[in-house]
């Protein structure tokens, strides 16, 4: 590691000299370190080391939480209730399980109460079934079911939440229609022989939410839903996307043709995953659509903001060892282009990050009229649909598992890069090799989100605080909140052992404290605060990687119930702003 430390100094010096020359709007990167004055942002106790390591969460002696809307749960009050495992149809009236990225609509005047939207992106199958590898079609819709999407309307009453019946509550899985849009609409590359219908969303990792109150849902992993049962024989493009003939074990391939590999009707099924998926939460019967600008990639998550002349800027991580970070800008101002009838998502420019070395970068363009990519693409839909191909041409830079990413109010956009145990060389963005605990970048790009020029550095190395009482590895989660802090959820190994966290970080001071601790096997992800930040909702995934000899979270007592993921709402015990 020794060698590593030194050139994250060095990478930070260049940081420094940098913002001397080449300040943009205002901007000159700073140490964590420099900055805002003496102000305390963070004034919780926070969780001890020593205490991290429960069967149940820990939380701040200063904090509160409480159970809400766990794996299984039907949307509505008259709903099926929870057994387990679960049949094909209930599960699709039930929350699903993986809770991950997640966002809250309020629907009230005071904020209490509103939709949670809360992505699903996996369950084992030992987990949601009960076996290894489904023995019939229905084991099959029934794993299919638990995937995808929730909505489910929720209260608090007199300090505790509630679910409601709702008009609004709905699940979105691998099986219900959804649209295309963009430039691969309506392309051969996403029809198939078999003339089938196009469905579901899958692997739904992180989350965003666009000016217009509609919701992002970001589809990841979707390789591993894929397999044969005969030899698979990848090309290029099937390689890079991490396609093979055993997935990930999920065995749908033995029973729904669609992801059977070496089906010849369905052999661009796989071209209809791996994109951002836009839902409105508030239009229950409007088909969920895939935004293809965006790219075919393992998409985290989509981080939006509104630029000062009302364009729309994505920020986007593929979640791969030495894949990388993109954005799109919308083509002109969201409103006139939504009054114009066009979504600002699907005319606008696809970009890819290339961090170079004395914290400067640049964002290059992909698209079909640069000619290195012209020659090897037919259009801009086949880029699009194999764009971590196109990204390579242009010489981005590969990074260390690229997670969620977050906007803040100066400014700065924030990343989790978790961890990447085969980094062999650095890099100027990527320091630390190999890099077992990760660390977190930040950017800003000139002319507010839209430039193609940014200047950035190194916010924090996970491996400098590793071995200290603020310990924590592998970043994923990640939230920019409005004052200044930045809140960071784990999922990977943590020092002594603990469980997984979620720790507040002042990103004047550097500041490290926290909050909230899980449960053996479980990662914590999914932010998302009511209006007035004075709730938060965040989620334990896979408690005890679905054993309940490990642990039987939410169920409070012994008796080896099946562990159900569920989300966690936490508040201030005085009602205070979350993360004060
Ligand atoms: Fe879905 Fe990269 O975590
Ligand atoms: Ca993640
Ligand atoms: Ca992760």
Known sequence: MTEGRI??????????????GFAFGGCALTSPLAG?????????????????????????????????????????????????????DDQAEQMGIGHDGMTYFPLSEDGRRGLLVVNHEYGRNSHVLGVREPASPEQVRASQHAHGVSIVEIVERDGRWERLASPWARRIHVNTPVTFSGPVAGHPLIANPANNDWRGTLNNCANGETPWGTYLTCEEN???????????????????????????????????????????DYINEVHRFGWVVEIDPKA???????????????????????????????????????EFIYKFVSAGPWQEMRARGVSPLD??????????????????????????????????????????????????????????????????VYCTLTNNVRRREPNAANPVAPNPHGHIIRWRDEDDHAGTRFSWDIFLMAADVYETEE???????????????????????????INNQLLVADTATGKLSRLLTGVPGCEITGLTTTPDRRTLFVNIQHPGDGDPTITNFPAASDGHTVPRDATLAIHRKDGGIVGS
């Open 7 to 20: 050139a994250r100094r060095n990478v930070i010096k260049g940081g420094l000299v940098m913002a001397a």
């Open 36 to 88: 805002r004055g003496s102000r305390e942002l963070i004034g919780f106790r926070p969780v001890a080391l020593a205490e991290a390591k429960g069967v149940m969460p820990a939380i701040s002696p200063d904090y509160e939480y409480q159970i809400v809307v766990p794996w299984g749960m039907p949307l509505q009050p008259d709903g099926p209730a929870f057994s387990w495992p679960p049949g094909a």
């Open 222 to 264: 979707f390789n591993l839903y894929f397999g044969s049962k005969t030899p698979f024989t990848p090309n290029e493009a099937q390689t890079r996307y991490g396609l093979r003939q055993s997935g990930a074990g999920y065995g749908w391939h033995l029973f729904d043709e669609r992801f059977d590999l070496n089906n010849p």
């Open 284 to 322: 229950p019967d409007a088909s969920p659509i895939k935004r293809t600008a965006l790219g075919r990639f393992k998409h985290e998550g989509a981080a939006v903001v509104e630029g000062k002349d009302g364009r729309v800027t994505a920020y986007m991580g593929d979640d791969q060892r030495f």
């Open 347 to 412: 005319e606008g420019t696809l970009y890819v990050a290339r961090f170079d070395e004395g914290g400067t970068g640049q964002w290059l363009p992909l698209t079909i009229d640069n000619p290195k990519l012209a020659n090897r693409f037919e259009d801009q839909a086949e880029l699009l649909v194999n764009v971590r191909l196109a990204a390579s041409m242009l010489g981005a830079t590969d990074m260390d598992r690229p997670e969620w990413t977050s906007v803040a109010p100066d400014g700065h």
């Open 471 to 497: 310990s924590f590895g592998s970043p994923d989660g990640l939230w920019a909140d409005p004052d200044g802090r930045v809140f960071i959820a784990t999922d990977g190994d943590q020092y002594r052992g």
